[in-house]
């Protein structure tokens, strides 16, 4: 079984930064890619960012050059630097690991979600 555990969510002021962390352990043989998706009050789930286990990166046009996704292979853990959060980036954010277990199946896997709320 694989887990996922995101950190770092909570309030901040308008045009302040937050930096939300995702650990995954537990049964991995490699790691695909991990991302960011958040799901605000009454909208559906969408992609915030993505990164894979080359580095490539991929953003969402609503935070680009905002925020900036990274990741530690060494540690299974990636990273979401926000910098000037903005009242719409509220939402609940969930972290997400595309991955290959240790019996070689691919699976997808989720974190149960940390909340940001940005204060105008």
């Known amino acids: 079984q694989v887990q996922l555990v995101e950190s770092g969510g909570g309030l901040v002021q308008a045009g302040g930064s937050l930096r939300l962390s995702c650990a995954a352990s537990g049964s991995i043989f490699r790691l695909n890619a991990m991302g960011w998706y958040r799901q605000a009050a009454g909208k559906e789930r969408e992609l915030v960012a993505v990164?894979?286990?080359?580095?490539?990166?991929n953003y969402a046009d609503s935070v680009k050059d905002r925020f900036t996704i990274s990741g530690d292979t060494a540690k299974n853990t990636v990273y979401l630097q926000m910098n000037s959060l903005e009242p719409e980036d509220t939402a609940v954010y969930y972290c997400n690991a595309d991955l290959i277990g240790s019996r070689g199946q691919r699976s997808i896997y989720w974190g149960k979600g940390t909340l940001v709320t940005v204060s105008s």
């Open positions: 990164i894979s286990s080359g580095g490539s990166t």
